[in-house]
């Protein structure tokens, strides 16, 4: 997420879909996770919302890839 | 539609029960409508029940993709309440209590409400001030609530372990004496079949796949999986896939979709008269008039769309009452299962108009839409009728994410939706 500038221009609409608008996919879905009971690292992961499937994970640093196609119901 | 009384019984006894029509019709759905209502849950089918039966308006299509009350209304764990601390909270709720008090009459539908009194459990000296703070702001909205000590709770739930040592240590809590469970299928096909009598079309098994987009901005039809429909207004009662329908009608919506899970015991003969939920463990439980425990707990922490839980939760709800009720321990689990919730920031519904003209929304209740069905579906009758938000409504609209005027239930009272 980019932070929209600047600041004193932005319109009320502008400012609240930053603060309040997030991706709610349903499924292939990029997200950030961190393994609190462990390594503490972050990472990327790849997942389906729907099946729970995780397609691969990436790092931090790593360009995201691309998403797979959404499959037919 | 045959009315369900003694008399009726009676004489349908005479002949083998075998003169009972369907509690509701199942019609072809006809290519126009005034209003469309998408979604077939108790949000959707309370909106179809209130915009006949109140606003007079009779042509009306509900489109469900699977079949009534086979989402959220039909994964709760059928608690009513209105123990909130905001004023407009506490009015939408208690409206809602107050509609569910006398829905079965008006509904000519039993129901089951049994206001068998929801007691809040407090487990800090910090928890049990807040406690008294947000009884005070209950009775100052004119909502029913008590704090409760120690001993009062342990005659009211003897199972529970509110010993000096006990692995949360009870402070004291509050009692709802007018909370309590209603039927939850009883709820949609109640008004199901007390719609469809006053001329609604129930169609089941139409899902919606898009929607036909007028030159002026607003919504002409709808096309399904049983063709395209069409339509002066719009309402949308779709919980956990708000994001989704929102997206196909070209606007994005302040929610996220969560797993929330619950769990079915085996029966047991009667060991809790009212329903218990702990601020410490998020843990809450009734007993269903089977005799099985109802018990649910937390959301799963990630957004989902599957409508099944995992296991690390699992074992945060089971493990909170085996801790909190040893006796109950060892007691087996028949089901579990997971819903999807539509998750808010504040907590709270949003209600009423949106991006598109003709187009209206029910949604955002999160984890505690069950208690909220006639009051949501009134409130969305309401705005799809006149066309203006009801008062009790006008808070919850959209705008308010743009105004910041958020209606924060998850601080002030700390409720988990």
């Given at each position: 997420m980019v932070r929209p500038e600047p600041y004193p221009q932005l319109t009320d609409p502008q400012w609240g879909a930053y603060l309040f608008l997030r991706d709610n996919t349903k499924g292939w879905f990029r997200e950030r996770w961190v393994h609190v009971h462990g390594c503490r690292q972050w990472f990327n992961l790849i997942r389906n919302t729907v099946s729970h499937q995780i397609l691969l994970s990436y790092r931090m640093d790593e360009k995201p890839p691309q998403l797979p196609p959404a499959e037919l119901p | 539609m045959t009315r369900y009384n003694a008399w009726n019984l009676f004489k349908q006894g005479l002949t083998g029960q075998r003169g009972w029509t369907p509690a509701w019709r199942s019609p072809e759905p006809k290519p126009r409508y005034d209003v469309v209502i998408i979604g077939g849950g108790g949000h959707g089918l309370a909106t179809a029940y209130y915009l006949a039966k109140v606003h007079g308006i009779r042509d009306i299509a509900l489109l469900e993709k699977g079949w009534l009350g086979g989402g959220n209304t039909g994964r709760n764990t059928t608690i009513v309440r209105?123990?909130?601390?905001?004023p407009e909270s506490a009015a939408i709720y208690d409206f809602s209590l107050r509609l569910y008090e006398g829905l079965a009459r008006e509904l000519n539908y039993n129901v089951m409400l049994s206001q068998r009194g929801i007691i809040n459990l407090v487990h800090t000296r910090h928890d049990l001030e807040g406690a008294r703070r947000w009884v005070g702001a209950m009775n100052a909205n004119r909502v029913d609530a008590e704090l409760m000590t120690p001993d009062e709770i342990q005659r009211h739930?003897?199972?529970?372990?509110?010993?000096?040592?006990?692995?949360?240590?009870?402070w004291g809590g509050f009692l709802q004496r007018r909370g309590g469970t209603a039927r939850h299928d009883a709820v949609a096909w109640g008004y199901a079949r007390a719609a469809s009598a006053l001329g609604v079309d129930i169609i089941q098994n139409c899902e919606l796949r898009g929607f036909v987009m007028g030159s002026s901005g607003q919504i002409e039809g709808v096309d399904t999986s049983r063709g395209r429909i069409q339509a002066e207004r719009f309402g949308m009662a779709v919980a956990g896939h708000s994001s989704v329908v929102a997206d196909l009608a070209g606007f994005r919506l302040p929610v996220t979709s969560y797993a929330l899970q619950a769990f079915v015991s085996e029966p047991l003969k009667p060991v809790i008269n009212c329903v218990m939920i702990s601020f410490a463990t998020g843990m809450y439980l009734s007993q269903s008039d089977k005799g099985g425990l109802v018990i649910g707990g937390g959301l799963d922490h990630y957004l989902s769309y599957a409508q099944r839980g995992n296991m690390p939760m699992i074992r945060n709800v089971l493990g909170a009452l085996a801790d909190q009720m040893?006796?109950?321990?060892?007691v087996r689990l028949l089901r579990q299962w997971a819903g999807i919730v539509d998750v808010v920031h504040d907590s709270s519904p949003i209600l009423g108009a949106t991006p598109v003209p003709n187009l209206f929304i029910n949604c955002g209740?999160?984890?505690?839409g069950f208690k909220a069905i006639p009051a949501g579906g009134y409130l969305l009758a309401h705005h799809l009728a006149t066309g203006r938000a009801h008062e009790i409504a006008s808070p919850f609209a959209l705008s308010r994410f743009t105004s910041g005027a958020l209606i924060d239930e998850a601080a002030a009272s700390g409720i988990p939706h």
């Open positions: - | 209105s123990n909130y601390y905001y739930i003897p199972l529970l372990d509110v010993s000096r040592s006990a692995r949360y240590p009870v040893p006796a109950l321990g060892r209740w999160g984890t505690g």
